[in-house]
């Protein structure tokens, strides 16, 4: 069960304190990229996406483009989640129409490779965005948006490292899990380190909350499921609450369906963020804590807009009421959505 947290003045954070507000604070998953063309604007100017998210004042930028065209109530730091691979030594590219890229790791070798000591320096161009974007809102009359930090959850992370990218099943890690568990075991060990450290200096930077990406975790059976996305999780909010008491965790376990309850009931997240094919209400009578809902609308009635979006907006709306909720999408906005719907969407949430 999450436990309390201090009372803020930030919509966001209090619902993440438990607190029903309404409307609901809104914010959306992958809110600042390419469907914006001042995003694209920015984006030309550098010769890759690392350069692009490693580059501070353009980083800082792009995370607040989202926030000065609709004054969401939360902005997200512009990165990737691979960048933490990147920085502990194994190699990425992103390539047009492929996405990510990196060496698969697959052996022993590969593993006792990354570094795990020296890693931090080289994100320190992630955490100074960090401080510019809560600089920045300030200046700018924002200063009631709350700022958040993220990273990539251990499996999901071990699957682009383990595959050398992305897969519709990542066969390839799953069934290192199942052949080499203790090698799979060290891999998440490792990750899991690096993922506190790296939260933690993004927190102590300035974000106000984190959220623990598990895009890949609804491949698994419940039973890796509980060994592979709940305990490196559950380990992952417990240190963090050591470090930073107070600061909350969002966990968004990815097509975890009837799982959500365990994954909550047993990580101490105190939101968790729902997938476009979940039922609110099933989940609502599956929770007994007064942990905070985050979803789940379809990123495809956001690129439909009008009447579609305005029914499935709605009905988002009514399965949320009551409870802590945030308003925010099932996966991530995807580049061919107007910008204008966004707009729509936000006119919508705020009217409640």
């Given at each position: 069960?999450?436990?309390?947290?201090?009372?803020?003045a930030k919509?966001l954070?209090?619902?993440?304190a438990?607190?029903?507000?309404w409307?609901?604070?809104?914010?959306?998953?992958?809110?600042?990229?390419?469907?914006?063309p001042?995003?694209r604007?920015?984006?030309?100017?550098?010769?890759d996406?690392?350069?692009?998210a490693t580059?501070?004042?353009?980083?800082?930028d792009?995370?607040l483009q989202?926030?000065r065209r609709y004054?969401?109530d939360?902005?997200i730091?512009?990165?990737?989640?691979?960048?933490?691979?990147w920085a502990m030594g194994?190699g990425?590219a992103?390539r047009?129409?492929?996405g990510p890229?990196?060496?698969p790791?697959?052996?022993a070798a590969?593993v006792?490779?990354?570094d795990?000591?020296?890693?931090?320096?080289?994100?320190e161009?992630?955490?100074?965005?960090?401080?510019?974007v809560?600089?920045?809102?300030?200046?700018?009359?924002?200063?009631?948006?709350s700022?958040i930090g993220?990273?990539?959850?251990?499996f999901?992370?071990?699957?682009?490292?383990?595959?050398?990218g992305?897969?519709?099943d990542f066969a390839?890690t799953r069934l290192?899990a199942?052949n080499?568990?203790?090698l799979?075991a060290?891999?998440?060990d490792v990750?899991?380190?690096?993922?506190v450290?790296?939260?933690?200096?993004?927190?102590?930077?300035?974000?106000?909350?984190?959220?623990?990406?598990?895009s890949?975790?609804?491949?698994?059976?419940p039973g890796?499921f509980?060994?592979?996305?709940i305990r490196p999780?559950?380990d992952?909010?417990?240190t963090?609450r050591q470090?930073?008491?107070?600061?909350?965790v969002?966990?968004?376990?990815?097509l975890?369906g009837?799982?959500i309850?365990?994954?909550?009931s047993?990580t101490?997240v105190?939101a968790?963020g729902m997938?476009?094919?979940?039922?609110?209400?099933l989940v609502?009578?599956?929770?007994?804590?007064n942990t905070a809902?985050q979803?789940n609308?379809?990123?495809m009635a956001?690129?439909a807009g009008?009447d579609?979006l305005?029914?499935?907006a709605?009905?988002?709306l009514?399965?949320?009421?009551?409870w802590?909720?945030?308003?925010?999408?099932g996966?991530?906005?995807?580049?061919?959505?107007?910008?204008?719907?966004v707009?729509?969407?936000?006119?919508?949430?705020?009217a409640?």
């Open positions: 069960m999450s436990e309390s947290l201090p009372v803020s919509r954070l209090r619902v993440l438990g607190e029903t507000v409307p609901p604070p809104l914010w959306l998953m992958r809110q600042a990229g390419r469907y914006l001042e995003y604007a920015v984006r030309a100017r550098v010769k996406f690392i350069a692009l580059t501070p004042e353009l980083a800082a792009v995370t989202p926030i004054r969401l939360a902005a730091l512009f990165s990737d989640i691979l960048l933490l691979p194994q990425l992103y047009a129409g492929e890229v990196l060496p790791l697959r052996d590969g006792a490779s990354l795990t000591k020296g890693f931090l320096p080289r994100l161009p992630v955490f100074t965005t960090v401080r510019r809560r600089q920045m809102l300030v200046a700018e009359g924002l200063g009631d948006t700022l993220f990273a990539g959850s251990p999901t992370v071990a699957c682009y490292m383990v595959e050398g992305s897969s519709r390839a290192m199942f080499q568990p203790a799979f060290r891999l998440l990750v899991s380190a690096a993922t450290a790296y939260l933690s200096a993004q927190i102590a930077a300035g974000a106000e909350a984190v959220m623990l990406f598990d890949w975790a609804g491949v698994l059976s890796q509980h060994e592979h996305v999780t559950r992952i909010v417990a963090l470090l930073h008491p107070g600061v909350p969002i966990g968004f376990p990815r975890a009837m799982l309850e365990e994954y909550v047993a101490g105190n968790v997938d476009t094919g979940m039922d609110i209400a609502r009578s599956l929770l007994r804590s809902l979803g609308l379809d990123p956001l690129v009008g579609a305005r029914r499935e709605s009905a988002v009514d399965a949320l009421r009551g802590p909720a945030v308003f925010n999408l996966h991530g906005i995807v580049p061919q959505t107007p910008p204008a719907h707009a729509q969407l936000a006119e919508q949430v705020r409640g």
